[in-house]
Protein backbone atom coordinates (compact mmCIF):
# COMPACT_ATOMS: atom_id res chain seq x y z
CA UNK A 1 0.00 0.00 0.00
CA UNK A 2 2.86 2.17 0.87
CA UNK A 3 4.08 2.05 -2.78
CA UNK A 4 1.05 3.21 -4.22
CA UNK A 5 0.17 5.84 -1.80
CA UNK A 6 3.70 7.19 -3.44
CA UNK A 7 2.72 7.10 -6.47
CA UNK A 8 -0.75 8.18 -6.35
CA UNK A 9 0.91 11.16 -3.98
CA UNK A 10 3.36 11.78 -7.24
CA UNK A 11 0.61 11.40 -9.81
CA UNK A 12 -1.68 14.13 -7.74
CA UNK A 13 1.28 16.46 -7.51
CA UNK A 14 2.19 16.10 -11.62
CA UNK A 15 -1.21 16.95 -12.15
CA UNK A 16 -1.02 20.40 -9.72
CA UNK A 17 1.66 21.39 -11.69
CA UNK A 18 0.23 20.44 -15.01
CA UNK A 19 -2.86 22.63 -13.89
CA UNK A 20 -1.44 25.66 -12.43
CA UNK A 21 0.27 25.90 -16.14
CA UNK A 22 -2.40 25.82 -17.79
CA UNK A 23 -3.82 28.68 -15.56
CA UNK A 24 -0.50 30.87 -15.90
CA UNK A 25 -0.64 30.05 -19.68
CA UNK A 26 -4.89 30.86 -19.68
CA UNK A 27 -3.50 34.17 -18.05
CA UNK A 28 -1.14 35.24 -20.59
CA UNK A 29 -3.25 34.41 -23.29
CA UNK A 30 -5.00 37.62 -25.10
CA UNK A 31 -8.47 37.68 -24.32
CA UNK A 32 -10.55 36.48 -27.63
CA UNK A 33 -11.79 39.48 -29.66
CA UNK A 34 -15.45 40.33 -29.60
CA UNK A 35 -17.32 39.45 -32.30
CA UNK A 36 -18.10 42.82 -33.32
CA UNK A 37 -14.97 44.17 -32.86
CA UNK A 38 -13.66 45.56 -36.04
CA UNK A 39 -11.46 43.53 -38.78
CA UNK A 40 -7.63 44.92 -38.41
CA UNK A 41 -6.29 46.39 -41.26
CA UNK A 42 -3.11 44.15 -42.61
CA UNK A 43 -1.06 44.54 -45.77
CA UNK A 44 -0.44 47.35 -47.82
CA UNK A 45 -2.65 50.49 -47.72
CA UNK A 46 -5.15 51.15 -50.82
CA UNK A 47 -2.65 54.26 -51.91
CA UNK A 48 -0.11 52.39 -52.68
CA UNK A 49 -1.95 51.42 -55.92
CA UNK A 50 -2.81 54.59 -56.56
CA UNK A 51 -0.25 56.07 -58.48
CA UNK A 52 0.05 58.91 -62.26
CA UNK A 53 2.64 59.09 -64.18
CA UNK A 54 5.33 61.81 -63.67
CA UNK A 55 5.19 63.37 -67.01
CA UNK A 56 8.08 62.17 -69.48
CA UNK A 57 10.22 60.83 -66.65
CA UNK A 58 9.40 57.41 -66.25
CA UNK A 59 8.04 57.75 -62.50
CA UNK A 60 4.98 56.74 -60.90
CA UNK A 61 3.86 58.65 -57.91
CA UNK A 62 1.09 58.88 -55.52
CA UNK A 63 -1.02 62.29 -56.23
CA UNK A 64 -0.15 64.12 -53.26
CA UNK A 65 4.05 65.14 -53.30
CA UNK A 66 4.72 65.49 -49.30
CA UNK A 67 7.19 68.94 -48.91
CA UNK A 68 9.86 69.54 -46.23
CA UNK A 69 9.44 73.18 -46.30
CA UNK A 70 8.36 73.01 -42.81
CA UNK A 71 11.20 70.34 -41.56
CA UNK A 72 13.86 71.78 -39.43
CA UNK A 73 11.56 75.32 -39.17
CA UNK A 74 8.15 74.45 -37.78
CA UNK A 75 8.13 71.14 -37.06
CA UNK A 76 11.31 68.98 -35.26
CA UNK A 77 13.17 66.15 -36.46
CA UNK A 78 10.71 63.34 -34.26
CA UNK A 79 7.78 65.69 -35.27
CA UNK A 80 8.89 65.60 -39.23
CA UNK A 81 9.87 61.79 -38.99
CA UNK A 82 6.25 60.96 -37.95
CA UNK A 83 4.79 62.71 -40.58
CA UNK A 84 6.95 61.02 -43.46
CA UNK A 85 6.05 57.67 -42.07
CA UNK A 86 1.72 58.65 -42.17
CA UNK A 87 2.16 59.90 -45.40
CA UNK A 88 3.79 56.55 -46.46
CA UNK A 89 1.52 54.66 -44.67
CA UNK A 90 -1.00 56.15 -46.59
CA UNK A 91 -0.14 55.21 -49.96
CA UNK A 92 2.56 58.12 -50.47
CA UNK A 93 6.18 57.69 -52.05
CA UNK A 94 7.57 61.17 -53.00
CA UNK A 95 9.25 63.60 -51.24
CA UNK A 96 10.37 67.33 -51.97
CA UNK A 97 12.52 69.65 -50.33
CA UNK A 98 14.94 72.19 -50.91
CA UNK A 99 19.21 72.84 -49.98
CA UNK A 100 17.61 76.45 -49.09
CA UNK A 101 14.68 74.74 -46.95
CA UNK A 102 15.88 75.63 -43.30
CA UNK A 103 19.73 76.06 -44.44
CA UNK A 104 19.94 72.68 -44.97
CA UNK A 105 18.30 71.22 -41.94
CA UNK A 106 15.26 69.97 -44.10
CA UNK A 107 17.25 67.76 -46.39
CA UNK A 108 19.31 66.29 -43.00
CA UNK A 109 16.27 65.43 -41.66
CA UNK A 110 14.64 63.49 -44.70
CA UNK A 111 17.83 61.78 -44.86
CA UNK A 112 17.95 60.74 -41.73
CA UNK A 113 14.58 59.20 -42.32
CA UNK A 114 15.90 57.40 -45.55
CA UNK A 115 18.77 56.07 -43.72
CA UNK A 116 16.66 54.80 -40.59
CA UNK A 117 14.25 53.16 -42.86
CA UNK A 118 15.77 51.62 -45.61
CA UNK A 119 13.51 52.07 -48.00
CA UNK A 120 15.21 54.62 -50.54
CA UNK A 121 14.23 52.67 -53.69
CA UNK A 122 10.76 53.12 -53.10
CA UNK A 123 10.53 56.64 -52.78
CA UNK A 124 10.95 59.10 -55.41
CA UNK A 125 12.98 61.78 -53.80
CA UNK A 126 12.58 65.59 -55.30
CA UNK A 127 15.29 68.17 -54.56
CA UNK A 128 14.80 71.98 -55.19
CA UNK A 129 18.78 73.76 -55.54
CA UNK A 130 19.65 77.38 -56.30
CA UNK A 131 18.41 78.85 -53.31
CA UNK A 132 21.57 78.18 -50.79
CA UNK A 133 23.50 80.65 -49.66
CA UNK A 134 26.58 78.30 -49.61
CA UNK A 135 25.90 77.94 -53.51
CA UNK A 136 23.92 80.11 -54.97
CA UNK A 137 22.62 80.46 -57.81
CA UNK A 138 22.58 77.25 -61.18
CA UNK A 139 26.01 78.58 -62.23
CA UNK A 140 28.32 75.25 -63.21
CA UNK A 141 30.19 74.88 -59.93
CA UNK A 142 27.91 76.27 -57.53
CA UNK A 143 25.32 73.62 -59.41
CA UNK A 144 27.59 70.99 -58.89
CA UNK A 145 28.60 72.07 -55.32
CA UNK A 146 24.86 72.31 -54.21
CA UNK A 147 23.93 68.76 -55.51
CA UNK A 148 27.07 67.09 -53.57
CA UNK A 149 25.84 69.10 -50.63
CA UNK A 150 22.57 67.71 -51.25
CA UNK A 151 23.58 64.19 -51.65
CA UNK A 152 25.46 64.30 -48.37
CA UNK A 153 22.65 65.84 -46.37
CA UNK A 154 20.46 63.38 -48.02
CA UNK A 155 22.50 60.14 -47.12
CA UNK A 156 21.77 59.20 -50.74
CA UNK A 157 23.36 58.79 -54.09
CA UNK A 158 20.96 60.18 -56.40
CA UNK A 159 18.53 62.55 -56.67
CA UNK A 160 15.32 61.47 -58.76
CA UNK A 161 14.46 64.75 -59.81
CA UNK A 162 16.05 67.97 -59.78
CA UNK A 163 14.26 71.22 -59.28
CA UNK A 164 16.17 74.17 -61.04
CA UNK A 165 15.27 77.48 -59.10
CA UNK A 166 15.58 80.38 -61.60
CA UNK A 167 13.72 82.71 -58.97
CA UNK A 168 17.33 82.49 -57.43
CA UNK A 169 19.33 83.19 -60.04
CA UNK A 170 18.17 85.41 -63.38
CA UNK A 171 21.77 86.01 -64.70
CA UNK A 172 23.41 82.23 -65.75
CA UNK A 173 22.76 81.43 -69.12
CA UNK A 174 20.35 78.48 -69.54
CA UNK A 175 22.39 76.78 -71.98
CA UNK A 176 25.34 76.34 -68.92
CA UNK A 177 22.84 75.34 -67.04
CA UNK A 178 21.47 72.25 -69.25
CA UNK A 179 25.28 71.32 -70.17
CA UNK A 180 25.91 71.44 -66.13
CA UNK A 181 23.25 69.21 -65.89
CA UNK A 182 23.81 67.03 -68.46
CA UNK A 183 26.75 65.98 -66.38
CA UNK A 184 25.30 65.00 -63.70
CA UNK A 185 22.40 62.79 -65.44
CA UNK A 186 25.01 60.93 -67.38
CA UNK A 187 27.12 60.84 -63.60
CA UNK A 188 24.10 59.03 -62.01
CA UNK A 189 23.72 61.76 -59.53
CA UNK A 190 20.29 62.93 -60.97
CA UNK A 191 17.52 61.33 -62.91
CA UNK A 192 15.32 64.11 -64.62
CA UNK A 193 15.01 67.69 -64.55
CA UNK A 194 12.25 69.98 -63.23
CA UNK A 195 11.94 73.84 -63.41
CA UNK A 196 10.45 76.53 -60.76
CA UNK A 197 10.91 80.40 -61.77
CA UNK A 198 11.65 79.58 -65.26
CA UNK A 199 9.20 81.73 -67.62
CA UNK A 200 6.87 80.25 -70.98
CA UNK A 201 10.02 81.92 -73.26
CA UNK A 202 13.10 80.34 -71.26
CA UNK A 203 11.26 76.50 -71.10
CA UNK A 204 10.72 77.29 -74.87
CA UNK A 205 14.81 77.96 -75.37
CA UNK A 206 15.48 74.75 -72.64
CA UNK A 207 13.33 72.52 -75.54
CA UNK A 208 15.29 73.89 -78.16
CA UNK A 209 18.43 72.75 -76.33
CA UNK A 210 17.24 69.63 -75.55
CA UNK A 211 16.23 68.86 -79.53
CA UNK A 212 20.44 69.32 -79.75
CA UNK A 213 21.00 66.43 -76.81
CA UNK A 214 20.82 68.31 -73.52
CA UNK A 215 18.91 66.84 -70.37
CA UNK A 216 15.05 67.94 -71.03
CA UNK A 217 12.91 69.78 -68.38
CA UNK A 218 9.72 67.38 -67.58
CA UNK A 219 8.44 69.06 -64.58
CA UNK A 220 6.88 72.45 -63.82
CA UNK A 221 6.57 73.79 -60.39
CA UNK A 222 4.16 76.77 -59.95
CA UNK A 223 3.38 78.33 -57.16
CA UNK A 224 -0.54 77.75 -57.44
CA UNK A 225 -3.64 77.50 -55.74
CA UNK A 226 -7.28 78.57 -55.70
CA UNK A 227 -6.02 81.91 -54.55
CA UNK A 228 -2.93 81.76 -56.79
CA UNK A 229 -4.55 81.50 -60.43
CA UNK A 230 -2.51 84.33 -61.99
CA UNK A 231 0.72 82.54 -61.17
CA UNK A 232 -0.18 80.05 -63.87
CA UNK A 233 -0.78 81.76 -67.01
CA UNK A 234 -2.01 81.44 -70.31
CA UNK A 235 1.57 81.15 -71.69
CA UNK A 236 2.79 78.79 -69.14
CA UNK A 237 0.20 76.80 -69.71
CA UNK A 238 0.38 76.65 -73.46
CA UNK A 239 4.13 75.41 -73.22
CA UNK A 240 3.62 73.18 -70.10
CA UNK A 241 0.58 71.14 -72.42
CA UNK A 242 2.95 71.41 -75.57
CA UNK A 243 5.70 69.75 -74.14
CA UNK A 244 3.46 67.17 -72.11
CA UNK A 245 5.03 68.39 -68.38
CA UNK A 246 4.05 67.10 -65.13
CA UNK A 247 2.92 70.32 -63.08
CA UNK A 248 3.63 69.76 -59.50
CA UNK A 249 2.08 72.68 -57.84
CA UNK A 250 3.91 74.16 -54.59
CA UNK A 251 1.71 76.36 -51.71
CA UNK A 252 -1.52 74.13 -52.64
CA UNK A 253 -2.84 75.40 -49.20
CA UNK A 254 -1.50 79.11 -49.24
CA UNK A 255 0.67 78.75 -46.10
CA UNK A 256 -1.95 76.85 -44.58
CA UNK A 257 -4.88 79.16 -45.48
CA UNK A 258 -6.85 77.21 -47.02
CA UNK A 259 -6.87 74.42 -44.47
CA UNK A 260 -9.50 76.95 -43.18
CA UNK A 261 -7.65 76.88 -39.27
CA UNK A 262 -7.09 80.43 -39.31
CA UNK A 263 -9.69 83.38 -39.96
CA UNK A 264 -8.63 86.44 -37.84
CA UNK A 265 -5.74 88.12 -37.34
CA UNK A 266 -3.56 88.13 -34.33
CA UNK A 267 -2.77 91.09 -32.31
CA UNK A 268 1.00 91.84 -31.90
CA UNK A 269 4.25 91.22 -33.69
CA UNK A 270 3.41 88.61 -36.62
CA UNK A 271 5.88 86.21 -37.39
CA UNK A 272 6.45 85.07 -41.11
CA UNK A 273 3.97 82.69 -40.89
CA UNK A 274 1.65 85.00 -39.24
CA UNK A 275 2.39 87.17 -41.82
CA UNK A 276 1.38 85.02 -44.92
CA UNK A 277 -1.51 83.96 -42.93
CA UNK A 278 -2.91 87.83 -42.71
CA UNK A 279 -2.07 88.55 -46.22
CA UNK A 280 -5.05 86.60 -47.26
CA UNK A 281 -6.99 87.39 -43.98
CA UNK A 282 -9.91 89.77 -46.48
CA UNK A 283 -13.19 89.26 -47.71
CA UNK A 284 -12.00 87.14 -50.68
CA UNK A 285 -10.12 84.88 -48.52
CA UNK A 286 -13.04 84.81 -46.29
CA UNK A 287 -15.48 84.00 -49.19
CA UNK A 288 -13.22 81.19 -50.60
CA UNK A 289 -13.31 79.92 -47.48
CA UNK A 290 -16.78 79.96 -46.85
CA UNK A 291 -17.09 78.53 -50.45
CA UNK A 292 -14.60 75.13 -49.11
CA UNK A 293 -16.55 74.94 -45.96
CA UNK A 294 -19.77 74.72 -48.24
CA UNK A 295 -18.72 71.80 -50.60
CA UNK A 296 -16.45 70.21 -47.51
CA UNK A 297 -19.68 69.70 -45.64
CA UNK A 298 -21.57 68.39 -48.79
CA UNK A 299 -18.68 65.69 -49.31
CA UNK A 300 -17.73 65.39 -45.65
CA UNK A 301 -14.51 66.17 -45.94
CA UNK A 302 -11.94 69.71 -44.25
CA UNK A 303 -10.83 72.42 -46.23
CA UNK A 304 -7.80 70.91 -46.83
CA UNK A 305 -9.57 68.21 -49.06
CA UNK A 306 -11.24 70.29 -50.80
CA UNK A 307 -8.27 72.42 -51.63
CA UNK A 308 -6.38 69.48 -53.43
CA UNK A 309 -8.99 68.47 -55.17
CA UNK A 310 -9.55 71.53 -56.40
CA UNK A 311 -6.04 71.44 -57.73
CA UNK A 312 -6.34 67.84 -59.08
CA UNK A 313 -9.23 68.56 -61.26
CA UNK A 314 -7.18 71.40 -62.96
CA UNK A 315 -5.90 70.63 -66.22
CA UNK A 316 -2.27 69.71 -66.40
CA UNK A 317 -1.63 69.35 -62.31
CA UNK A 318 -0.55 66.45 -61.78
CA UNK A 319 0.50 65.88 -58.51
CA UNK A 320 0.58 68.94 -55.91
CA UNK A 321 3.31 69.59 -53.46
CA UNK A 322 1.74 69.50 -49.82
CA UNK A 323 3.21 70.20 -46.43
CA UNK A 324 2.10 69.20 -43.00
CA UNK A 325 2.60 70.11 -39.27
CA UNK A 326 1.07 67.39 -38.43
CA UNK A 327 0.04 63.36 -39.04
CA UNK A 328 -3.76 64.28 -39.10
CA UNK A 329 -2.52 67.25 -41.59
CA UNK A 330 -1.81 64.70 -43.58
CA UNK A 331 -4.48 62.14 -43.32
CA UNK A 332 -6.88 65.55 -44.16
CA UNK A 333 -4.95 66.42 -47.08
CA UNK A 334 -4.75 62.51 -49.01
CA UNK A 335 -8.34 62.84 -48.58
CA UNK A 336 -8.76 64.99 -51.26
CA UNK A 337 -7.45 62.69 -53.85
CA UNK A 338 -10.46 60.45 -53.63
CA UNK A 339 -12.87 63.47 -54.03
CA UNK A 340 -14.02 64.46 -57.53
CA UNK A 341 -15.97 67.94 -57.74
CA UNK A 342 -18.58 68.32 -60.06
CA UNK A 343 -18.53 71.45 -62.07
CA UNK A 344 -21.41 73.30 -60.41
CA UNK A 345 -18.50 72.79 -56.87
CA UNK A 346 -15.71 73.64 -59.11
CA UNK A 347 -18.03 76.78 -60.50
CA UNK A 348 -18.89 78.11 -56.67
CA UNK A 349 -14.90 77.94 -55.59
CA UNK A 350 -13.79 79.80 -58.31
CA UNK A 351 -16.51 82.74 -57.91
CA UNK A 352 -15.68 83.15 -54.39
CA UNK A 353 -11.92 83.27 -55.54
CA UNK A 354 -12.15 85.52 -58.05
Known amino acids: ?11 TTHLAGVAVAAQATDAAAPPAPHPSAPIPVQ ?10 RLGETGLDVFPLILGGAEFGW ?43 RGIRDDIVLMV ?16 VRAVESSLTRLRTDRIDVLY ?3 TADTSTALEDTLATAEWLVESGKIGSLAAI ?7 VEARIFASAGFPRITVLDVPYNVLRR ?16 AVTPSHALEHGFLAGRHRTRVRGALSVRGAQLAANLNRRGSRTLRALDAVGSELGVPDAAVAVAWLLAQRLVTAPIINAFAPQHVEELVQGVGVRLNRAQLADIGRASE
Open 197 to 203: GYSAAQL
Open 43 to 52: GPSVGESVRV
Open 74 to 116: NVDLESSHAIIDAFIELGGNALHTADSFSGGRSEHIVGQWLHS
Open 1 to 11: MAYFDVDSKRT
Open 164 to 166: LDA
Open 128 to 143: RVGGNPDHPGLGPVNL
Open 230 to 245: HEFDDDLRLVAGAQGM
